[in-house]
């Protein structure tokens, strides 16, 4: 069964740069979460899209922002970047498709690493 | 204030023992869902088994299960003949519902190491 794809895998930028990471949730899912998952930390909430709108914020740094594309995938850009924001960042989607709306089901997230 | 509460920060169980991962939770919403993932030191995150706060039945999946007592906030998920491949780290999270959006909030998570 297809899964949530996010690329890059690994990114490495330095301090004050941007980057932007991808996903692209499971076929005929219709929202997409945002997560930041610090080293040794529990994962965040970020931000969220149903219907390439967006439905809920979290912890998301105003350096930040996302966006989901007429076809559903999304992007988050980060600005500025510093130390801090070296984090596994995991996409995840959900959706009537193939079972219950509310299951999440991650992609295999992108490592960021500041430097 | 932490809306899920993993109080065992690492566990320890014998290769075909069971072992129960403990996980309380804190929410005045009466529609919510209870989640655990598994993540392996590879760090992808993967879904295990749901709970709805209006499923009768305690959910099961394979050698998963939950352990859901809707009094005492609790949602411990079971793993039943433990493998050297479950060793990883085990999260607990909730989902509440909300007008829009269903972000999961997560427990600091429970460390398993399956021996042989």
């Known amino acids: 069964a297809a899964g949530v794809i996010q690329s890059p895998r690994h990114l490495i930028k330095e301090k004050r740069e941007t980057a932007t990471l991808k996903c692209y949730p499971i076929p005929r899912h219709d929202t997409v979460y945002w997560y930041q998952q610090g080293p040794g930390q529990d994962p965040q909430f970020l931000i969220s899209?149903?219907?390439?709108?967006?439905?809920d914020k979290g912890s998301i740094p105003d350096r930040f922002s996302a966006q989901q594309f007429s076809d559903y995938h999304s992007e988050l850009n980060m600005s500025s970047l510093e130390l801090g924001d070296s984090a596994l960042y995991f996409c995840?989607?959900?959706?009537?498709?193939?079972?219950?709306?509310?299951?999440?089901?991650f992609g295999p997230g992108t490592r960021l690493t500041v430097t | 204030a932490q809306k899920i509460t993993q109080t065992q920060p690492g566990m320890f169980v014998q290769e075909k023992e069971a072992v129960t991962l403990d996980c309380t939770y804190d929410t005045s919403d009466p529609s919510y869902g209870l989640f655990w993932y598994k993540q392996p030191s590879s760090g992808e995150m993967i879904f295990l088994i749901y709970q709805g706060s209006y499923d009768q039945q305690n959910a099961t999946e394979g050698r998963y299960s939950l352990n859901f007592q809707k009094a005492r906030k609790s949602a411990n998920l079971v793993i039943s003949a433990s493998q050297l491949g479950d060793s990883a780290m085990y999260f607990c999270?909730?989902?509440?519902?909300?007008?829009?959006?269903?972000?999961?909030?997560f427990g600091k998570g429970t460390s398993l190491l399956v021996t042989p």
């Open positions: 899209f149903y219907e390439k709108m967006q439905s």
């Open positions: 999270a909730m989902r509440e519902s909300r007008n829009s959006g269903y972000a999961l909030n």
């Open positions: 995840a989607s959900s959706g009537l498709a193939g079972g219950s709306s509310y299951e999440q089901y």
